[in-house]
């Protein structure tokens, strides 16, 4: 807003720079633009100054030109009329014999805008480009494209483009980055300047002479080319050689990202390069500049990704420093947990507790949230720091273990001892709902190994009225309800009055449908209400494989060196806003939502068949083969996590068993198959050896049984794309397990086959399943293909995809397959 007298101070300054006596001194003369240009900045309105300032420009002071340019420049588009005039003297300048006038003019001029000025500024740009002087050339070359910015939908001129290319050789390096920069805006709907090879080995050989961003440019724009043999790559490869440990971060992300963009055939010198980018980027961790530290975190832990032990030797790097910001704190700890070993846990585990009484909350939530993650492969030495940490009795530490407990004993249900004797006593030091909600959690899955479990959620039914959390009130019903069902006697009054003061008195209605629905389940009797609130927990005896698995490179090239590593929160900790775990949404991606994936609530989710929830494949490869008409390939991202995992797994059982047979034709968009396949030399596989031929085919291997166990079992998924004949892509969620009971083939019953040998399908239930996995596994086991001898063939293979692409999962049982002979070959 303009400042109040601004008409008298522009009626002054229109007097000055109408006085003759003024006009004649060139210093006064100066330091009345000057007084223009400070009031211009001061938000004063001096357009009415413009013809004077036209006039002003007629000067051999270059100072005074520079003072009135910025003028011209600021207010040409309310002036188109009056702007015509400033077009002589500009021309006029372009001429002059000194080259630094010659260049402001050419710069000013295009810095106009005027589409109207246009047909003015062709002719003594295409001159500027074959000026003697290098500093024309270079704003020649960036009007251009300024001129094309102006006019997109006129043509192109083929000449000036020529004149472009031929530039690219020009001595200067400036005029030939500019040169890049020019062509890439004025041919953007052609896909940009074209790159061939004389191009490519004469922007390698003078990569040395340009500045810094003059060759993150040049790198850039060369990834889109690609050697026409081998040699040739490797002569490139010899040239960036000494780029790529560049002590300038920007020079070396940039010579990487180009190494990976050509070596994307070639693993092993990606591999290679990585491996010497590891001191550039431990240098640039220790930056002065946060802003840089920030950014080499981010990438090394995209680099992590495929290279899990890169930094091992280096941990002590990522050590928090005191004065450091908390954003790069928290990321170094994302650091740390990816680094951990069985060499450096203890040290590392030492440092983060530490870390947890930092005096930023949100520091020492990170610091205890890495404990946790830490934990689910050193859960004792874990949960000894998180219960020294409850003893120091501060609310916000309180809450986060808490938070964190519930998440560890959720993963790992082996810790549920130590963690129920841990939280008892703690209630009175949780003020936010979040870490409520962890201890009312807890309390209702394990409150039957909690004595003091009725009395705590007694104190927080007698506070309901005052309590202001949405969150923390629904949790208290559920964990009550469940409570109620291992400790009816000690929970049966509190509950009735928890349910009375929801269904009457609550005025949220998300609480009041909630408890009616606990309420109206009540009268369905004990048993269908435990069948809904105490479902299948974790599993003991599965393994399951932390931190991030070894991706290939080609997952995430594409993002090096772009602001997605600075915005992914795929290598976030858990979030801290939420629930219950059985509720955690893991989105690794910012636009990819794993619950559209595989949510019973987005269209149909029944399984596929006229008559069964199974289908029972035909083992044999040659048909897999044929039945597969289009290629699929598989993919590792998004990644999900364990809960996920088992969540989207169990909901499966649970809406089988709901909708009954009847049913299943409606959910035409889910589709379950079985397969046996006879590879006994499997279950004796070790784990590492297993996981890594499964990523071989980017296949993830999420959880397992140790070797030599029966019964055996993996879990596993991926994600399939299926192109089909229209050429659209179909992506496709597969989870999949494999069973191996062992002395299930001498007691599987099974019928005798007809004469000619057909596979025949008997329902049956898998007596070596736990009793509470009965009714989902009488749907998921219940039909097994039997042969003549009626004994089971081998492992066992269950699928589960959604979207249905029956040609798809086919393929994947193919891939799988294959894979699986290859390890048993192996084996035996």
């Keep these: 807003m303009p400042y109040l007298g601004s008409e008298d101070t522009v009626r002054e300054l229109r007097r000055a720079l109408s006085n003759p006596n003024i006009q004649s001194d060139q210093l006064r003369y100066r330091n009345t633009i000057l007084k223009v240009i400070r009031a211009m900045s001061q938000g004063v309105d001096v357009s009415g100054l413009f013809s004077e300032m036209v006039k002003a420009c007629a000067t051999v002071d270059i100072v005074q030109k520079k003072l009135v340019y910025v003028f011209l420049c600021s207010y040409a588009t309310l002036n188109p009329e009056l702007s015509l005039l400033v077009i002589n ?30 047909e ?44 472009l290319y031929s530039l690219l050789r020009d001595p200067d390096p400036v005029v030939m980055v500019n040169c890049l920069r020019a062509l890439e805006e004025i041919l953007k709907e052609e896909g940009g300047v074209a790159i061939n090879k004389p191009i490519t080995h004469h922007l390698l050989n003078r990569l040395k002479e340009c500045d810094i961003w003059g060759q993150c440019e040049v790198l850039r724009i060369l990834q889109r080319y690609r050697p026409q043999s081998e040699d040739e790559l490797f002569d490139i490869l010899s040239l960036l050689d000494a780029s790529l440990v560049s002590p300038h971060p920007p020079v070396m992300a940039a010579t990487l990202s180009l190494f990976l963009s050509l070596c994307s055939g070639v693993p092993a010198i990606s591999l290679a390069a990585l491996e010497r980018v590891r001191g550039p980027l431990l240098a640039a961790c220790g930056s002065a500049s946060r802003e840089t530290r920030f950014t080499a975190l981010c990438h090394i832990q995209l680099l992590l990704r495929s290279l899990p032990g890169l930094m091992g030797a280096h941990y002590k790097r990522f050590f928090c420093g005191y004065a450091e910001p908390a954003y790069i704190k928290q990321r170094k ?20 507790r530490g870390y947890c009484t930092d005096v930023n909350t949100d520091t020492a939530h990170a610091a205890i949230s890495a404990i946790g993650r830490i934990g689910r492969s050193y859960s004792d030495k874990c949960l000894e720091i998180l219960t020294g940490l409850l003893g120091l009795k501060q609310e916000h530490i309180t809450s986060a273990v808490v938070q964190t407990m519930r998440d560890l004993v959720w993963v790992c249900p082996q810790c549920s001892d130590t963690v129920c004797l841990a939280v008892e006593g703690c209630e009175e030091l949780l003020q936010d709902s979040q870490g409520r909600q962890a201890l009312l959690w807890l309390l209702g899955v394990y409150g039957e190994r909690v004595s003091s479990a009725p009395y705590t959620l007694e104190v927080f039914i007698d506070g309901v009225r005052s309590e202001a959390s949405l969150g923390v009130k629904m949790e208290l019903l559920t964990a009550t309800m469940r409570l109620f069902l291992c400790r009816p006697a000690e929970t049966q009054d509190m509950l009735g009055r928890l349910l009375h003061y929801c269904i009457e008195e609550e005025t949220d209605m998300c609480v009041r449908d909630q408890a009616l629905l606990y309420y109206r389940l009540l009268h369905c009797g004990i048993e269908e209400t435990r069948k809904v609130l105490q479902g299948r927990r974790s599993d ?60 019973c609530s987005h269209g149909k989710t029944g399984h596929s068949g006229s008559d069964s929830a199974i289908q029972c494949a035909d083992s044999s490869t040659d048909v897999l083969a044929s039945s597969v008409t289009a290629p699929i390939s598989l993919s590792l991202s998004p990644a999900l996590s364990p809960e996920e995992f088992e969540r989207l797994w169990l909901r499966r059982h649970v809406l089988h068993a709901e909708q009954g047979p009847e049913k299943s034709q409606e959910e035409e968009d889910y589709m379950c198959m079985q397969e046996h396949v006879q590879c006994p030399a499997i279950p004796h596989c070790s784990p590492q050896s297993l996981q890594a031929a499964m990523q071989l085919v980017n296949i993830q291997t999420l959880a397992f049984t140790p070797p030599h166990t029966l019964p055996w079992r993996v879990y596993l998924y991926t994600h399939t794309q299926h192109t089909h004949s229209a050429d659209t892509p179909h992506s496709t969620l597969i989870l999949g397990e494999l069973l191996y009971t062992g002395e299930a083939n001498q007691k599987a019953g099974a019928k005798k086959g007809t004469g000619d040998g057909k596979v025949v399908v008997e329902r049956g239930e898998d007596k070596q399943m736990k009793e509470g996995e009965e009714a989902a596994a009488e749907e998921l086991s219940g039909r097994e293909t039997t042969g003549k001898d009626g004994e089971e063939k081998g492992v066992k293979v269950t699928l589960k995809q959604q979207p249905r692409d029956e040609k798809a999962l086919k393929g994947f049982l193919s891939i799988l397959t294959t894979v699986l002979h290859t390890l048993s070959s192996e084996s035996a």
Excluded at 137 to 162: C, F, H, M, P, Y
Excluded at 333 to 352: G, I, K, P, R, W
Aim: hydrophobic share 40%; charged share 25%.
């Design 89 to 118: 003297t500009l021309r006029k300048d372009c001429q002059d014999p000194n080259p630094m006038v010659r260049s402001l003019a050419l710069r000013n001029m295009t810095n106009l805008r005027l589409p109207s000025l246009v």
């Design 120 to 163: 003015y500024v062709e002719q003594p740009l295409t001159a500027g480009l074959r000026d003697r002087a290098a500093c024309v050339r270079r704003v020649a070359v960036l009007g251009w494209a300024k001129l094309r910015n102006l006019q997109t939908s006129s043509e192109i001129d083929a000449t000036v483009v020529n004149e």
């Design 333 to 352: 700890m994302q650091v740390l947990v990816e680094l951990v070993n069985d060499e450096n846990v203890a040290m590392l585990l030492d440092e983060l």
């Design 540 to 599: 003991p005896s599965l393994g399951v494989l932390i931190g991030r698995p070894a991706e290939p490179i080609s997952q995430w090239a594409c993002s090096f060196n772009t602001l997605e590593p600075l915005r992914q929160g795929a290598i976030e900790t858990e979030p801290a806003s939420r629930g219950s775990p059985e509720h955690v949404n893991f989105d690794p991606k910012p636009n990819t939502d794993l619950s559209d994936t595989l949510n």
